[in-house]
């Protein structure tokens, strides 16, 4: 079973930047697609990105896009979100999540698609 493990969550002023890692145990990295997502007090967790296997395929909420880039290395079974621009309305818990599947497009969206998650790392914006 894959097991993920983040870090790289802090305090940051708005305007800021942030790196988020995800090191995942396991020989099957390189064949899962990889996804964030962020849980805000009181509110569901929901989408933030994914990325294929291959790192062909990525994926955005639109509330995100063109502030945070997912990348990974599967040389060092490590998922990455690049955050810029960070906003106080980004301030939540980010999880990330493996799918044991190459890529489901659109479907990487769905909570359900990912069969295990990390523990979070908090982020918190300052305005």
């Known amino acids: 079973q894959v097991q993920l493990v983040e870090s790289g969550g802090g305090l940051v002023q708005a305007g800021g930047s942030l790196r988020l890692a995800c090191a995942a145990s396991?020989?099957?990295?390189?064949?899962?697609?990889m996804g964030w997502f962020r849980q805000a007090p009181g509110k569901e967790r929901d989408f933030v990105a994914a990325?294929?296997?291959?790192?062909?395929?990525?994926l955005y909420a639109d509330s995100v896009k063109g502030r945070f880039t997912i990348s990974r290395d599967n040389a060092k079974n490590t998922v990455y979100l690049q955050m810029t621009s960070l906003k106080p309305e980004d301030t939540a818990v980010y999880y990330c999540a493996s799918a044991p599947t190459i890529w489901m497009g659109v479907r990487q969206k769905e909570k359900r698609v990912y069969a295990a998650w990390g523990q979070g790392t908090q982020v918190t914006v300052s305005s």
């Open positions: 396991g020989r099957t990295f390189s064949s899962y697609a």
């Open positions: 990325i294929s296997s291959s790192s062909a395929s990525t």
